[in-house]
C-alpha cells in the first residue's frame, strides 16, 4: 500500500480510521526502513481489535454512554501513542455530535432536487438551526470534559491534535462555535484541521461562506484534506473538477500546513495525478 503510494510520488502518507491491525507489520517496517514518512493520523488508528471497515465516529466524545465516552478517550490515547512510534506530527479527530434526526441528509436530497430557493428548505434550515443550539450545551461540555483529558497526553507526546470541520450539521464544533473552542483551550497542540470538501458542501447547503470561514481560524490552522465538491454534495473529487474554489483558499496556505490528498478509492490514477497536479500549480506550496 505504501509503496504504491510512494510510486504515485508522495514522499508522505496519513494513516487514516480504515488501518487495520492486521496492517501494522507492513507500514512499521516501511516507516522503520525510511520507506515512507508518516504525515498524520487519523483517529481511530489503528482501528480498534475486530473493526474492519473505516469508523472515525466508532466512539464519539460527546457520547451519552459513559461506557462509549470512555472507549474513545482509550482508542484516541492508543492513536497518540502510534503517532509517537511512526514519529506523526498529527492526530486529526472528530469532535462528535449531537443527538438529533439527519436534517443534513433531508436537505441534501433537496438540494438534488433544485429545491433550495423553496420556502420548505428555508424552513428546515432555521429548524436545524434553532433545534441545534438549544442541544448542544450538554454535547459541548462532554466534549471538553474529554478534550481535557487528551490535550495533556499530545502535549507530552510533542504531537498536534488536528479539530476537524464535518460535513454534517449534527456535527460539533458547530462553525461559529470554533472560537470558543479555541479560547477554553490556548494549548498550540490543539489546532483547526480544515477538510476543503466538508466546507464545500456546507457552503452550498447555504450555512457558511467556505473561504471566510477558513480566513476566521487561520492563526489555528495546521493543514488540510484536500477533495473537491461535485455540486450539490458529492464529495472526494479530482480537484479542477468541482465547485471548491482552491484559487480562492491560495492566500491562506502556508508552506508550513500539512497538506491531505482525500480521494474516493474508486478514482483513476489518472484523475488522482490530474488533481494534484491542479492543487499545486494553484497553491505551489
Known amino acids: 500500500m505504501l509503496r504504491e503510494i510512494r510510486e ?11 488501518t487495520r491491525i492486521s496492517l501494522m507489520p507492513g507500514i512499521l517496517e516501511a516507516v522503520d526502513a525510511g520507506e515512507m514518512k508518516i504525515s498524520s493520523l487519523h483517529n481511530f ?15 464519539q466524545f460527546t457520547a451519552e454512554r459513559e461506557r462509549e465516552r470512555e472507549l474513545a478517550l482509550r482508542y484516541t490515547l492508543k492513536t497518540l501513542e502510534f503517532a509517537s512510534r511512526v514519529a506523526a506530527p498529527l492526530v486529526v479527530l472528530h469532535l ?51 478534550l481535557h483529558k487528551i490535550v495533556p497526553e499530545a502535549e507530552s507526546r510533542g504531537v498536534r491534535l488536528g479539530c476537524e470541520n464535518r460535513e454534517a450539521l449534527e456535527e460539533v464544533p458547530f462553525e ?12 498550540p497542540n490543539l ?17 457558511i461562506q467556505h473561504a471566510m470561514h477558513l480566513e476566521s481560524l487561520a492563526d489555528r490552522l495546521s493543514g488540510f484534506h484536500i477533495h473537491d465538491v461535485q455540486p450539490p454534495a458529492r464529495d472526494h473529487c479530482p480537484p479542477g473538477t468541482g465547485s471548491v474554489d482552491f484559487a ?20 483513476s490514477v489518472e484523475d488522482a495525478k490530474r488533481g494534484v497536479a491542479h492543487v499545486k500549480h494553484l497553491w505551489g506550496k
Request: proline fraction near 6%.
Open 8 to 18: 504515485l510520488g508522495f514522499e508522505k502518507v496519513e494513516l487514516s480510521h480504515g
Open 45 to 59: 488508528c489503528p482501528l480498534p481489535m475486530g473493526v474492519n471497515y473505516a469508523a472515525p465516529n466508532l466512539y
Open 96 to 146: 462528535g455530535s449531537i443527538e438529533m434526526k439527519d436534517y443534513t441528509g433531508k436537505l441534501k436530497e433537496m438540494l438534488e432536487k433544485g429545491q433550495k430557493d423553496s420556502p420548505k428548505y428555508a424552513k428546515l434550515c432555521a429548524e436545524v438551526a434553532e433545534k441545534r443550539e438549544a442541544k448542544k450545551v450538554k454535547f459541548v461540555e462532554r466534549l471538553y470534559e474529554m
Open 176 to 187: 461559529s462555535d470554533f472560537a470558543f473552542l479555541f479560547r477554553e483551550f490556548p494549548s
Open 191 to 207: 489546532t483547526y484541521w480544515h477538510d476543503t470538501g466538508h466546507a464545500q458542501i456546507k457552503e452550498n447547503l447555504g450555512f
Open 248 to 267: 480562492g483558499l491560495n492566500h491562506l496556505v502556508k508552506p508550513k500546513h500539512i497538506k491531505v490528498f482525500e480521494f474516493s478509492p474508486s478514482m
